[in-house]
């Protein structure tokens, strides 16, 4: 059975910083490219990062310079370091996992991230 399960979310202040962790299980985590997408409610759900298998990364235009994806391989986890967070990064954020970097073929549950003041 495969679980992605994330955790790091929260409520920060604008400008703040945050890190989310995602785990992996029931896949050989080395063979997929990972994302973190995010959604707000009435809107579709935007990738946000991803990294390929190889460590490749690509981002949104509305975090690149404030958002780093990376991966451990050895810990099945992915990270989304979050800096300079904005009001407008209010959202949740999930996990996905995929063998190609078009379409996730594993969503995790979410987690709620709040900026706010």
């Known amino acids: 059975q495969v679980q992605l399960v994330e955790s790091g979310g929260g409520l920060v202040q604008p400008g703040g910083s945050l890190r989310l962790s995602c785990v992996a299980s029931?896949?050989?985590?080395?063979?997929?490219?990972m994302g973190w997408y995010r959604q707000v409610p009435g809107k579709q759900r935007e990738l946000v990062a991803l990294?390929?298998?190889?460590?490749?990364?690509n981002y949104a235009d509305s975090v690149k310079g404030r958002f780093t994806i990376s991966r451990d391989n050895a810990k099945n986890t992915v990270y989304l370091q979050m800096n300079s967070l904005k009001p407008e990064d209010t959202a949740v954020y999930y996990c996905?996992?995929?063998?190609?970097?078009?379409?996730?073929?594993?969503w995790g549950q979410g987690t709620q991230v709040t900026v706010s003041s």
């Open positions: 996905t996992a995929g063998l190609g970097e078009r379409d996730p073929d594993y």
């Open positions: 029931g896949i050989i985590f080395r063979l997929y490219a």
């Open positions: 990294i390929s298998r190889s460590g490749s990364r």
